[in-house]
């Protein structure tokens, strides 16, 4: 890699930023005296009122979904990830290196919605999958129309979205090589250029590409006008005391008019008003990655290479997603087309 890399590929989507200049990034800690207000909310306190809970109690997706008195929208919020190709092999020579998303990988099974990660020779499902291949999925709240090859958001249809609020998921998450997963937000808008991340940014609440790490490590990104020449995204990569790879951890995201707060385990590791703070509404998306043949995750991690050897491949595993709105942000909420500008689709 190039001594200076400002902008990698991140989170599910695209990388955060990070300076590689051959020594350790000593992390910016002033957003911890800026006046954020860093406490984890209360339902059914100042404003705070019940959305959604799914603790996946079912055989499918969409089933026992507890729904707030306040919600009026759609009951099956949740699809599985774009069935498509994720990531082309690294290397041309072995094309079964690249990574595909697949609704195979998922399962509602002992109140989890569970994420495999397999390697697979004979692989067989209902779309365009390669019959040998890196074969994982997610699930997340909007459906793609059209063709899913164009993951681009192009073409949307929002089964579930929301602007602010306050977002909880509690996972297991895979520890293998070569494997990340991620909690993240994302609007379809924010590939348009020209009103910062206003009119959406993609908010990965975590990443967990820090398995090698000497310290117990997350991740925390915002990424905003797409992910071509006009990108721009801010990182945050924080120390911790427990193991995240030992059980289940909690990953939650305040998200308020004027600015984000990160939670992981019910205490704040970051926050945030960079790219002026998205105002429309965004997706959910639980997604898992598997590396391309190059044994690089997000945050510039070497995360190392996939096993083709099924045992060891740990699965991700969704206990909870819970989501709660303040009726106190919603008057700032806007509207996609109140924001001109182009889209990047680069």
């Known amino acids: 890699m190039k001594k200076y890399i400002c902008l990698l590929l ?176 994302q609007s379809s808008n924010m590939r348009k250029v020209g009103n910062e991340g206003q009119d959406g940014t993609e908010i990965d609440v975590y990443e967990s590409a820090f398995r090698r790490s000497k310290n117990s490590q997350m991740g925390h990104a915002l990424l905003w006008d797409g992910y071509g020449k006009s990108a721009k995204s801010s990182a945050y990569i924080g120390k911790l005391e427990q193991d995240l790879y030992d059980g289940y951890h909690t990953y939650a995201l305040k998200w308020t008019p004027e600015y984000y707060v990160f939670y992981i385990d019910g205490k704040a590791t970051w926050a945030s008003s960079d790219g002026e703070v998205s105002k429309v509404k965004e997706f959910l998306r639980l997604t898992v990655e598997i590396d391309a043949g190059d044994g690089w995750g997000p945050h510039a991690q070497k995360i190392g290479q996939f096993s083709h050897n099924n045992d060891d491949n740990d699965d991700f595993m969704i206990d909870y997603v819970k989501v709660w709105q303040n009726e106190n942000y919603e008057q700032f909420i806007k509207e996609d087309n109140e924001f001109e500008g182009s889209v990047d689709l680069s």
């Open 10 to 185: 991140a989170g599910a989507m695209a990388l955060s930023v990070l300076c590689l200049s051959g020594c350790t990034k000593k992390q910016d800690e002033s957003w911890k005296n800026k006046g954020y207000d860093l406490s984890v909310p209360t339902l059914n306190e100042d404003g705070w009122y019940l959305v959604f809970e799914d603790e996946f109690d079912g055989k499918e997706l969409n089933e026992g979904i507890k729904f707030g008195e306040k919600y009026k929208g759609n009951q099956e919020i949740w699809t599985t990830s774009p069935h498509a190709i994720r990531w082309e092999s690294q290397n041309k020579k072995k094309p079964e290196q690249a990574c595909w998303w697949c609704p195979e990988m998922v399962e509602i099974k002992d109140s989890n919605a569970i994420i495999h990660s397999r390697y697979e020779e004979n692989h067989s499902c209902s779309g365009d999958c390669p019959q040998k291949g890196r074969f994982t999925s997610g699930i997340e709240t909007r459906l793609i129309k059209g063709d899913n090859n164009d993951n681009k958001g192009t073409a949307d249809e929002m089964l579930f979205s929301q602007a602010f609020g306050y977002f909880e998921v509690k996972v297991k998450i895979p520890d293998s090589d070569g494997l990340w997963s991620a909690f993240w937000l």
